[in-house]
């Protein structure tokens, strides 16, 4: 049965500041006590535009706008407009008639589509001042995790809230921390906490941002996550290559130390807790967790096997919980807003399992070829498809769509086929791709899928830590081949050699990075195989990438003889005179491109390679 | 600990929880290969051959049986196509890489591979790592380590440099599965090995050493160098090795003693001028003589320091001996050993031999016949003392060579002559705490060699009876006739055991308990130790056999509580007024 | 600074809500340049530096300038977000250190939301 009243109440950052969330909170309490909860419903909505007398609260289809709406006006709004039909007059606001010159965010398909939880902050605080974020009611999750909740409640609502690691793994982080602390108490051990911040897949951003627009979130997310587990230390280990947001996480921690939020009684209470910042030192492979530890210890980044788990003995053998920077944002809110409210978004049920669904949100890096490359933010389950078309803004110059990379080295290449896929931990696994960290490269019809297996299996064997031979050797064998294929040497048993090497590697290798690195090769062939066959059987490119199967020829329909070109190239491959065709000599020609750029006509094309020689 | 149930390859088994597959499947006889693997190291896990295909559950994983912690309910697969299939291609990854290696070929061959399909690469190291841990987790050493990462990975030392850390255990080359590491021969090792010290930490001391049981040495025993080690603990089968044993002091009541404590080697450093401790190939005659040995750390061959035989050779006689400056005696064993060296100098190596001597001591059956054939053997013997020893080349016969500078007093020149190696023939001398051992027991020493009774007649006793010398510790000689003094101090030795009862001088002295106060004063003046003091009673006592009636200890007592006896006083005072009787009236 | 008791962060979270946003204190607009990693290489540096010599020229002393991180869109950086009091905020994209000046005089000064290179007016939607 319809609802015969909405209540809109604004959840844009700016009257969320204003407490819009409790507002609603309230409203609906009141609604279910007054017995109208089958009649009135209450909706968050985007960001109405109002934003400087927020918090606002619409009532549909009366039409009424309240203003600076705070709690306690809520009970009566409920009581006088939505029982007795009497709006209330003193927070009645007229909007201005007149309508902007420029768009509203939310009618911005890049900003709607997004809902904030980890990124509500972004752009709206100076992340070196603990004030602001104190003024958006930060570390008052800490608080009540220290004076309301016991360690056993804390994990009870992070197991309840389905939250599953946002780093790649996808495991329950309220299970990790159970175990962890479990471990701890056993063993009569101290525990460690750790916060992942290597990001080491290439194009993914996801914590560098989380770090640089909002430090605290992480600090107060792993102070409570301290708490809950028992430990007195915790380590942030950052990469190298982020000198800023390490600048602005030191600062952070600097800042609540001297506030008292870490170190000793905290908040005046019992407990002890620092924070230290451990830096990295350009290793990929510190991403993966024992080498994480190892590092840590001072010891050379190579991880070992995880039939030991690291929860019972990782960091100088104590249980030690690690978890994404995204996982530990995630983790302040959860306990302010309870775990309800998270496994309100997402997808799939976590109410009995925790991996029987994706709750809450996941923050993205979308770039490649799309209109808006940038930082987002998404309910888990929203499909492919609004991601690249409707946020993304769609391929940009009028080219078509062809794959969408997730996870990174770790991940794989997804086709049109799967745009119609919801986005969460379980369907991309299926498909043959993985979540990842978050990393979402776009890539249009002049992408060859068969470099792009050939770009990561390139960088996998620079970043493999070598100790085991599948990964090893097996990158370097699928590198072999997969150079074979784009210089055009490429052999018909290629494919299948690619595959079983793949498939070694999955059942063989000591660590993640060595089980995954097959997913890019796996999956391009699953989806694109018949470009590698075009590249072995026909020696073409379809794409017209691989410069050793395409030349550059120009186009005499197009070239007016200007010159232009002949500038451009190193080695004197563009023969032709002034104000006549020109023409490229392909023994000359290396391929640079530099021809293409200057060429205002767009005259000069890539062809397939023929078939001289 | 608790007690698992599993299968594998469909046998079922029992285990303690936690138990490595591949330490479960090596009881029941079940074969999987390992190259990274090691009993006496943790698990590494690296080489991956040991896959093995497990169904836990509902799921099936590959995991390594190394160090993959068996659980109940688990059913273990050793030999899967799938696991046939992995283990194919990581051998062939292997092959690309290390193509020629042996033991590589051999599983290769196991598992049907005839052209890898990567191609067959040239290295020698299959970065196992299992020299790593070994020096770093069992030796202590910590000199060897992982460099670099991915496909350029090696394992080298720090710097790629001779590591400071390796203390030459080989224990790495040991372990190394392809034989791709080599202990070098290094120059320092001949020069250490040569003054008596053992080879191997673990070793029988000597041929002839009873018990015939090896001993460890401490200096040269990893465990007391790193505190860890201690494999020959690990795989001793009946636990006799315990590294926390120390010495201890036992005491024994004796009633004769044989003192047979030996000499010391004369130490030629106090002799610059023969750059012993300066030139490496310039040695003692024990070090030379442990050169020679067959067990020694040549096996028996000559060689020089740098490697290699020498074409010539030094001996000198007399070092030591025969000397103002150090011993005045003749070390008496010298020149024969000298010519033994010679001897086998010439047979060994064929070398140009040069005795530099003073006089040529061959006392003995057969010496100075045994010198006359080195005469024939084209030994050549310059009497001269030999003044110096240097690498100071003159000339162009000289460069690289030790020169020995002698005046050969038949010709009467002073000679160079180049050589390649210097032999000192070093002199015996006393053990360094010979005179403290003479003063605890009693007995004279003289230049550092104890005291006999008599020179001729008594050649293996001491004045103080019971207490006999044998062997050079009395004075320089040579085995035969350390032999026979042997013989004749164990002989006296019996004598004294068998009889049963021994005949005393009958003056010997006495203390009367009731006067004697307990001063102790004549304790320590008897030079035989004759006297002790009783505790309970609190007086002292004369040992009757140990007596010989000196008077000393009677002539000192304060409360003349000692009589010697036949030597009282009131007969002393009778025979002087006998001897004085006629003078008297 | 003090150790913090749970009263004293209540007090400082009330006290930075009102300067946070423009409803207490003298200012009267509030402009945010955006200063991620994405931001400051694509120049976002300059448009701050040239936004604050401005000010000083001008001397205005009712508009707080301040950063935060990364406003989400990287690929129309440098951003900056303009907030005058009573109205919602305004996201500016593609900034460069002429065009910040042109929206402090026409945006800030005149109250005209320069239309050229403003994106859109409004906060993001928090879940």
């Not at chain 1, 911040?197 to 409570?224: L, N, T």
């Not at chain 1, 019992?270 to 840590?296: K, R, Y």
């Not at chain 2, 380590?145 to 040991?174: H, L, M, Q, W």
């Not at chain 2, 002073?414 to 003063?439: C, F, N, S, W």
Request: hydrophobic share 35%; glycine share 10%; net charge negative.
């Amino acid at each position: 049965m319809p609802y015969r009243t909405n209540v809109l109440v604004c959840a844009g950052t700016g009257c969320v500041s204003g407490n819009s969330f409790g507002v609603a909170q309230t409203l609906e309490n009141e609604i279910r006590k007054l017995g109208l909860d089958q009649e009135v419903q209450v909706i968050r909505t985007g960001c109405q535009g109002f934003c400087a007398e927020g918090p606002i609260v619409i009532v549909q289809p009366d039409g009424i706008f309240y203003c600076g709406v705070q709690q306690k006006d809520a009970v009566y709004i409920a009581q006088e407009h939505l029982l007795k039909g009497r709006p209330v007059r003193k927070l009645l606001y007229s909007p201005p008639a007149e309508k902007k010159p420029i768009p509203a965010l939310k009618d911005i398909p890049f900003f709607a589509k997004q809902r904030l939880v980890v990124l509500r902050n972004r752009g709206a605080i100076d992340p070196e001042r603990i004030d602001d974020y104190i003024a958006v009611d930060g570390y008052a999750a800490l608080v009540k995790a220290l004076t309301e909740m016991t360690p056993e409640q804390i994990l009870g609502e992070i197991k309840k809230s389905g939250l599953r690691g946002r780093g790649g793994g996808g495991f329950p982080t309220g299970i990790k921390w159970e175990t962890c602390r479990k471990a701890a108490v056993s063993r009569a051990v101290d525990p460690v906490v750790v916060c992942n911040a290597d990001e080491g897949d290439p194009g993914a951003f996801m914590d560098r941002s989380i770090i640089e627009s909002d430090p605290h979130s992480v600090v107060e997310g792993m102070i409570i996550g301290a708490r809950a587990i028992g430990a007195k230390e915790g380590f942030v280990y950052i990469r190298h290559e982020y000198p800023i947001a390490r600048e602005r996480l030191k600062k952070a921690l600097d800042q609540a130390r001297e506030y008292g939020l870490l170190g000793e009684n905290i908040f005046g209470t019992m407990m002890n807790f620092d924070i230290e910042i451990v830096q990295g030192a350009g290793a990929f492979v510190c991403g993966e967790s024992t080498a994480l530890m190892a590092s840590l210890e001072g010891k050379v980044g190579e991880p070992r096997a995880k039939y030991i788990h690291t929860v019972e003995y990782g960091y100088k053998n104590r249980p030690t919980n690690l978890n994404n920077v995204e996982t530990w944002a995630n983790v302040p809110l959860i306990i302010n807003r309870g775990a309800e409210w998270f496994t309100s978004m997402g997808s799939g049920d976590v109410s009995e399992n925790p991996w029987g669904g994706s709750s809450g949100t996941k923050v993205f890096s979308l770039v490649g070829k799309v209109k808006n490359t940038g930082l987002i933010e998404v309910p888990m389950g929203i499909p492919l498809r609004e991601i690249v078309f409707d946020i993304g803004g769609g391929i940009p110059e009028g080219r078509s769509f062809k794959a969408v990379q997730t996870g990174g080295p770790s991940g794989g290449c997804l086709p049109e086929s799967a745009l119609d896929m919801p986005v969460d931990f379980d369907s991309l696994t299926e498909a043959g791709s993985m979540m990842g960290s978050g990393g979402m490269i776009v890539m249009d019809d002049q992408t060859c899928m068969v470099d792009v297996a050939r770009y990561f299996i390139a960088f996998l064997t620079e970043e493999s830590c070598g100790k085991c031979v599948p990964c090893r050797e097996g990158l370097r064998s699928s590198l072999d081949a997969l150079n074979r294929i784009t210089q055009g040497t490429g052999k018909p048993d290629d494919i299948g050699l690619l595959r079983e090497i793949g498939e070694v590697m999955q059942d063989c290798c000591l660590c993640a990075l060595g089980t995954s690195a097959a997913n890019p090769v796996l999956s391009t062939i699953q989806y694109f195989k018949d470009e590698y066959e075009a590249h072995i059987n026909k020696g073409v490119c379809p794409a017209g990438v691989c410069t050793a199967l395409i030349e550059y020829q120009i186009d005499p329909e197009k070239c007016d003889g200007c010159h232009a070109c002949v500038h451009g190239c190193s080695t004197n491959a563009i023969i032709g005179n002034v104000k006549q065709v020109h023409f490229i000599d392909k023994e000359k020609c290396i391929k640079c491109g530099a021809c293409v750029e200057a060429c205002k006509r767009n005259g000069i094309l890539k062809v397939p390679r023929s078939h001289a020689a | 600990m608790k007690t698992i149930k599993l299968k594998i390859n469909g046998i079922e088994t029992e285990a303690e929880d936690r138990t490595p597959i591949l330490a479960i499947a090596e009881k029941l006889g079940i074969r999987i290969p390992t190259l990274c693997h090691h009993p006496i190291l943790e698990p590494y896990g690296v080489c991956r051959i040991c896959t093995v295909e497990v169904r836990v559950g509902r799921r099936i994983r590959m995991v390594t049986a190394c160090n993959y912690p068996a659980t109940n309910g688990i059913e273990v697969l050793t030999d899967s196509e799938r696991v046939r299939r992995d283990r194919r291609m990581i051998l062939e990854w292997f092959m690309s890489r290390c193509g020629h290696v042996p033991v590589i070929e051999k599983l290769a061959a196991e598992y049907g591979i005839t052209e890898p399909r990567f191609g067959r690469g040239d290295e020698e190291c299959i970065l196992c790592g299992l020299c790593v841990r070994v020096c770093s987790d069992v030796v202590g050493a910590h000199a060897l380590g992982f460099f670099n990462r991915g496909t350029t990975r090696v394992v080298s030392t720090a710097y790629d440099e001779t590591s400071p850390k390796c203390i030459s255990c080989g224990a790495c080359a040991y372990v190394c599965p392809t034989g791709c590491i080599k202990i070098e021969d290094d120059e320092m090792l001949i020069r250490k090995e040569l003054p008596l010290g053992p080879l191997t930490p673990v070793h029988i001391p000597f041929m002839q050493a009873i018990p015939h049981k090896p001993v460890i040495d401490r200096e040269s025993c990893i465990h007391f160098k790193t505190g860890d080690c201690k494999i020959c603990e690990k795989v001793c089968e009946v636990k006799a090795i315990d590294h926390t044993q120390t010495d201890h002091v036992d005491e024994f009541d004796v009633g004769a003693v044989i003192l047979a404590t030996g000499f010391k080697d004369f130490d030629p450093s106090c002799m610059p001028e023969y750059g012993y401790g300066k030139y490496k190939n310039v040695l003692t005659g024990i070090e030379f003589e442990r050169m020679n040995s067959a067990s020694g750390p040549t096996g028996g061959r000559i060689l020089m320091a740098g490697g290699g035989e020498p074409k010539s050779v030094a001996i000198v006689h007399c070092v030591g001996s025969r000397d103002e400056r150090h011993h005045k005696y003749c070390s008496r064993v010298c020149c024969m050993y000298a010519l033994k060296f010679a001897h086998l100098i010439k047979e060994k190596t064929g070398a140009e031999v040069y005795n530099f001597y003073i006089d040529m001591r061959c006392f003995g059956k057969g010496y100075e016949e045994f010198y006359h054939r080195l005469l024939e053997e084209e030994v050549r013997f310059v009497r001269g003392r030999a003044a110096s020893v240097s690498d100071f080349p003159l000339n162009h016969t000289e460069v690289g060579k030790l020169v020995v500078r002698v005046e050969d007093t038949l010709i009467g020149q002073v000679r160079r002559i180049p050589v390649d190696m210097v032999v000192l023939a070093t002199g015996l001398e006393p053990q360094a705490d010979a005179k403290d051992l003479a003063r605890t027991l009693h007995i004279s020493c003289g230049d550092g060699f104890f005291a006999e009774r008599h020179p001729k007649l008594a050649p293996v006793s001491t004045a103080t009876e019971g207490i006999f010398i044998a062997g050079v510790c009395q004075g320089p000689k040579d085995i035969p006739d350390t032999v026979a003094q042997a013989s004749a101090a164990a002989s006296q030795a019996q004598t004294l055991i068998c009889m049963g009862e021994i005949e005393i001088e009958a003056a010997t002295a006495f203390v009367n308990d009731e006067i004697c106060s307990g001063c102790r004063i004549c304790n320590t003046l008897c030079s035989l130790s004759a006297i002790r003091y009783d505790e309970e009673k609190k007086i002292s006592v004369i040992n009757d056999v140990l007596c010989k009636g000196c008077g000393t200890c009677a002539a000192a007592c304060p409360s003349a509580a000692i009589t010697a006896r036949h030597f009282t006083d009131q007969q002393i005072f009778s025979e002087i007024e006998g001897v004085l009787y006629d003078v008297r009236t | 600074m003090p150790r913090l008791s749970i009263e004293d962060l209540k007090k400082i979270r009330e006290e930075s809500k009102a300067t946070l946003t423009l409803r207490s204190g003298q200012a009267r607009a509030k402009i945010t340049v955006h200063m991620g990693t994405c931001g400051i290489s694509a120049g976002a540096r300059d448009v701050m530096g040239a936004l604050l010599k401005e000010i000083e020229k001008l001397g205005l002393t009712d508009v707080i300038v301040t950063t935060s991180g990364c406003a989400g869109l990287c690929s129309r950086e440098p951003m900056a977000t303009v907030e005058l009091r009573g109205e919602a905020p305004v996201k500016y994209v593609d900034l460069k250190p002429e065009r910040i000046l042109r929206v402090l005089r026409e945006h800030v000064l005149e109250g005209k939301v320069v239309v050229d290179f403003a994106l859109a007016s409004g906060c993001e939607t928090t879940a």
